[in-house]
Structure formats: structure tokens, C-alpha cells
């Protein structure tokens, strides 16, 4: 079955380090990939899309990347500042036109 | 303009109770999806509803729940006799297209269940 992960631990780095999330699949190959930021008692806000045909796109200090041999998508926030802080999900189109499948996010904890 | 409105913001009930929780979607938008959120976990795909098409109910995890969505916009998930395995966030998102791309998402709805 399809199966996304992410880091379940806490990243925590300093203020003005670069952050770099990991987003693993199996078992499929979606058409695009998207990045989600969700703050706590919130919903999930749209960050980046990229689609298969795509090594890399980048969005202010945002960047990501998207490995379709490995399988595996990057997230990076470049210059991170405190207010990055938050839980970041990626998601897959696995049912083309249908829905998206979330991986479980990766907390990030940015250190002033 | 306005985003992704849901109701109630949170709701506590007693097991075996019925809920209604509402969905208002982006004015406009075809698509509207159900999601759940348990703590600290990623989201479970529940429903989606896409125009004027029969809903994708692949996701609802058993026949306690249903959802409607009237006039294409608003939407009503119902759980009934709810258990207090259901305590969760539920979340709706709607999208403009006939594609999952970009995806806007409600606060949600805390459920707990006594």
C-alpha cells in the first residue's frame, strides 16, 4: 500500500540555519507533490507545489526538491527564523483528481 | 476574501450521541474534501465531494459516518452514535478546480467524545 513518511522527531535548529524536512514514498508515483505548513489549531496551509517533470522549485526562502528515482521530496527554508516554527506536511496526488494522502509532518522548531 | 469556514469551532458530546459538524467552502470552489486529524498524527482522508458528482466515500472509516453537501457548497459531516474513538480534529478544505492542486483548508472542528 502507499505509504508516505516523515520524520516524526522534532527538527530544532538555530535562527538563521537552513532547514531541511524529508518527505519518503513507496509504492507509487504521484504527479505533484505539495508541502503544507500547519501551525497548532490550525489547519494546513498551501507552501509549494512540484510536479514530476520538476527537479526543483523555489518560493521566497523556501526550495523544494523532488527525487521521483529515489522517491523522496526536500524541503528547505533557507535563513529560518523563529517564526518558521511550526509542523510541515507533505501530500501526494495518489488518485489522480480525487484526493491527497498526508504524510504525518515533521515539527520544526526554529531557536532564536 | 473569505477562506474556509467551519462549525462549531470545538464540540464535546456524550458517547452514543449524533454530531453535525458544517463545512462553508471558498465561494466558487468544486471541490470539498472531509478530513480527520487525531493528535499529533497527519490527516486521514475521509470524503470528497466534486461538483455535482457522486461523492468519493472511500475514506469514511465506517457507516457511522456521512456527509451531504448541498447546492454544491455547504457541507454536513454527521457521525452517529459517535464513540470516543472519534475524537479528533476534523478539517475541511475545498479546491477551484477539478484537480486536488492547492487544496484551502478550515480551522477545523475539535471533537471530543466523553
Redesign the interface.
Known sequence: SQK?E?NSEALNIQEGKTATLTCNYTNYSPA?L?WYRQDP??????LL?IRENEKEKRKERLKVTFDTTLKQSLFHITASQPADSATY?C?L?IN??????????TRLMVKP | GAGVSQSPSNKVTEKGKDVELRCDPISGHTALYWYRQSLGQGLEFLIYFQGNSAPDKSGLPSDRFSAERTGGSVSTLTIQRTQQEDSAVYLCASSPRTTTETQYFGPGTRLLVL
Open positions: 508516505i516523515q505533484y505539495q489549531g490550525r489547519g494546513p496551509v498551501f507545489l506536511l501530500a496526488d489522480a483528481g480525487n484526493m491527497l494522502t498526508f504524510g504525518g509532518g
